[in-house]
């Protein structure tokens, strides 16, 4: 059994309940014999490098149940690949200060980070452990069934569809909504639990594992406006053309090559002005929104089965690695979905570390601009009853 200290870090994009793991994860650390001291880094492998640590071990619970239940990251956050200078300096802390396990809350990119720590460990013969606890709202690490942090994000994504498309019935027109997602349109789809009858909103769902044709998207907006007198999109923040190029972009990069695409409502703008164009000489009422950050830590709207499920994850992170002492991360496996139960196993670091997933193909519908109910049924369990639309 390896004995020393455990440091715990948060990177990547925050959500509603990545507090819950970092909390499920001190409560399990201190039952066990293992664990001396609980250490948490500030703003994650940043705060290790500056030996900024908040020592946790014995934090007031009452405290740290209040945490569990804010939204984002309670420690801060950070986007920083490490190089071979930044893992030297993270083995000088960690040797410094007897740390034997290293707890890192993330998403694809965070497990690559505990990947590379994790095999420089092996390769310097230190005693050490190293886990991923998966966090994302983009749903996309491999292997897992679905990321904590996904399903409170849906559900604000589906609540968020609700009240629109209930403004747009009011003051008729097209509505386009951009929705967080680079290469996987999760988080997109969801707005598709918005709807409890046939003429509900979205009526047009565009996700980045499809090509995004402007042409055919214009059709498609008139083909609903004839229908129903009115159009309510959601749109993928990612969707790209045929050569896989962002239909709109800031053009800045993080320090793990990512586009930056939240955080700028250009992609809205573009397809408002498409949609102009297409009802050239009509009067048509055409508005974009872009929901940018606000979808990943927005408090009151979590799921309750994501809160259940993060803090279980964390927990059992630790007890993996006091158990084992092997490297891994931590997926989720569905056992059904009515009534839903799932449980938790360990995955190799390597098959999560920086690749990632997309919606199968089987969630999407044949032309490309829908769901299917594949989809539904797999992602109703996870959000959770939404409230019912009252009509005259």
Same mark, same amino acid.
């Given at each position: 059994m390896l004995k020393g200290?455990?440091? %715990?870090?948060?990177?990547?994009?925050?959500? =509603?309940v990545i507090n819950q793991s970092l909390v499920g994860a001190i409560l399990a650390a201190r039952q066990a014999d293992a664990i001396e001291k609980i250490l948490g880094a500030h703003h994650g492998l940043q705060g290790i490098m500056n030996e900024d640590f908040i020592d946790l071990t014995t934090q007031d619970e009452a405290q740290l149940e209040a945490v569990a239940a804010t939204p984002a990251a309670a420690l801060g956050s950070v986007r920083l690949k490490p190089g071979k200078a930044e893992c030297e300096r993270v083995f000088e802390v960690?040797? #410094? *200060? *007897?740390?034997? /396990?290293?707890? /890192? %809350?993330g998403g694809n990119d965070s497990a690559e980070t505990a990947y590379i720590i994790a095999e420089m460990a092996r390769e310097a013969n230190y005693e050490f452990c190293t886990m991923h606890i998966p966090k994302t709202i983009d749903n996309d690490l491999k292997v897992t069934d679905h990321c904590p942090g996904f399903a409170s994000a849906a559900r604000f994504v589906a609540l968020a569809f609700m009240g629109d498309d209930r403004d747009n019935a009011a003051l008729s027109g097209v509505k386009i909504n951009v929705v967080m997602g680079r290469h996987a349109g999760f988080l997109t789809a969801a707005a598709a639990l918005a709807r409890q009858s046939d003429s509900d909103g979205p009526h047009l769902i565009y996700l980045p594992e499809r090509v995004f044709d402007v042409a055919r998207f214009q059709q498609d907006v008139r083909n609903v406006m004839a229908r129903y007198g009115r159009c309510v999109v959601a749109v993928s923040e990612g969707v790209g053309d045929a050569d896989g190029n962002p239909i709109a972009s800031s053009g800045e990069r993080d320090s793990h090559g990512n586009i930056q695409l939240s955080g700028t409502g250009a992609l809205g703008d573009a397809l408002a002005a498409h949609? #102009?164009? =297409?009802? =050239?000489?009509?009067?048509v009422r055409v508005r974009a929104d872009t929901f940018g950050y606000l979808q990943r830590s927005f408090p009151s709207v979590v799921s309750e089965v994501d809160a259940r499920e993060a803090r279980e994850v964390g927990a059992f992170a630790v007890n993996h690695a006091v158990n084992t002492a092997e490297p891994a991360s931590i997926a989720i496996r569905r056992l059904s979905s009515t009534p839903y139960a799932s449980e938790y196993f360990s995955t190799p670091l390597s098959s999560v570390a920086r690749e990632a997933t997309e919606m199968k193909d089987a969630y999407i519908n044949a032309e490309g601009n829908d769901v299917t109910q594949a989809w539904l049924d797999y992602a109703e369990p996870l959000v959770g009853d939404l409230p019912l639309i009252g009509r005259l």
């Open positions: 200290n455990m440091v %715990i870090g948060q990177s990547g994009g925050p959500t =509603a960690f040797r #410094k *200060h *007897h740390v034997r /396990y290293f707890f /890192y %809350i949609v #102009k164009a =297409a009802f =050239a000489g009509e009067t």
